[in-house]
């Protein structure tokens, strides 16, 4: 099966978010699975050595073919990069000829409608309950199979669009993320704000006597867009570095992860990459958090106060009994078969298969035999 994933996000190396790895990593179960995956992509702009080639190849691409999408092989199946990718989606495809196209990810309704020109089957996966990202109207595109990343995403779907949408939790292989830890750091992994970037930090000017690492991009402006005091990170306890390719050596440092988000979160993969290793999360109950935590940590109402969650965390930290206790659950959580990596890709394999074959029984509903 040949599968064309369509982000109009940024993608890997230019970004390592959450939804970037688990379409990088879902491209190379499939392949392992003898499929063809490629993805069309957006192009963040020439920041470094890769940004400059790539926007190299992208004016030559124009020029030579007349669609301005950079074709690359920076990872193990087909990428290519597009100042605009709804813009070139249907000359590309029309050129690649994909069995399905899969809307994954960013501006959803511009992406189908721009792939329905093509009449190639297509498939929707959600990320996110911000209905304001998908550049339209989600309902306008609600005849088109759904698959939800949780059961509360799924439910919002429902809610707003009448969607029934199957649900498959963020593909993410746990065997790549389990390690030995030392249990040495509190871990927050992609701080920004939505995701609780202020609030980690009191609690870690709370905990002076515990070790905080942040990991991921660091916000430069609040949310009305005036400039962060980065002195708020001048804490003695709380470290900072950008994003690593093997998490794996986070992990290893990691006794409690911090999973404060202040947003409806549709899941939070995090949880499940630190749960497999045994490692507990304090988390909010927003979103799809307490879906991916299980009982496996403490969750706490997103508005609860800083002191309430460095109580919570102290108590994870310094009571060995709770502790082991929260780890074993922390492991049993992880080891759902609705997240190892062979079920998942049996059910993404199974959306593929079953939106191929109801688009090729609409069509042929449609057709009018001779006489």
């Known amino acids: 099966m040949k599968i064309l994933f369509v982000n109009t996000h940024y993608f890997l190396p230019q970004s390592r978010g959450g939804m970037a790895n688990t379409l990088d990593q879902l491209c190379r179960g499939l392949a392992d699975r003898g499929h063809t995956p490629g993805v069309l992509c957006a192009f963040l702009g020439s920041r470094d050595m890769f940004g400059l080639a790539t926007r190299a190849r992208i004016k030559v691409a124009a020029m030579a073919t007349g669609i301005g999408a950079a074709h690359d092989a920076a990872l193990s199946y087909p990428v290519w990069r597009a100042w605009h990718p709804v813009d070139v989606l249907p000359a590309l495809a029309g ?17 189908i409608d721009a792939a329905r020109q093509t009449g ?15 550049g339209g109207d989600f ?26 949408a199957q649900v498959i939790y963020p593909f993410m292989p746990l065997d790549q993320y389990r390690t030995d830890t030392h249990r040495r750091v509190v871990t927050f992994v992609n701080p920004l704000l939505r995701k609780g970037f202020r609030l980690g930090v009191e609690i870690a000017a709370l905990c002076p006597e515990l070790p905080f690492h942040f990991v991921g991009a660091i916000p430069d402006v609040d949310e009305t867009g005036r400039e962060l005091d980065r002195g708020m990170l001048a804490l003695p306890n709380l470290t900072v570095e950008p994003f690593r390719g093997d998490m794996r050596d986070v ?28 490692i ?33 965390l102290r108590r994870m930290w310094n009571d060995e009994t709770l502790y082991a206790d929260l780890c074993a659950k922390a492991v049993h959580s992880a080891s759902r078969p609705q997240l190892q990596a062979e079920t998942q890709l049996d059910q993404h394999e199974c959306a593929l298969e079953a939106a191929i074959n109801d688009h090729r029984a609409a069509h042929l509903s449609g057709c009018q035999l001779p006489a």
């Open 95 to 111: 050129r690649e000829q994909p069995d399905i196209i899969v809307a994954m990810g960013g501006k959803v309704v511009q992406v």
């Open 120 to 134: 190639i089957p297509l498939l929707t996966q959600v990320h996110d309950v911000e209905f304001d990202w998908h």
């Open 139 to 164: 309902a306008h595109i609600a005849d088109v199979p759904v698959v939800a990343n949780s059961q509360f995403t799924a439910d919002a779907y429902r809610t707003a669009f009448g969607v029934d």
């Open 251 to 278: 992990y290893a440092q990691t006794r409690v992860l911090l999973a404060p988000s202040q947003w409806n979160e549709a899941y939070g993969r995090v949880i499940n990459e630190a749960q497999v290793s045994g």
């Open 280 to 312: 507990p999360v304090l988390a909010s109950t927003r979103g799809g958090i307490p879906e991916a935590a299980q009982d496996g940590g403490i969750l706490l109402p997103a508005d609860a106060p800083a002191e309430r969650w460095a109580t919570a």
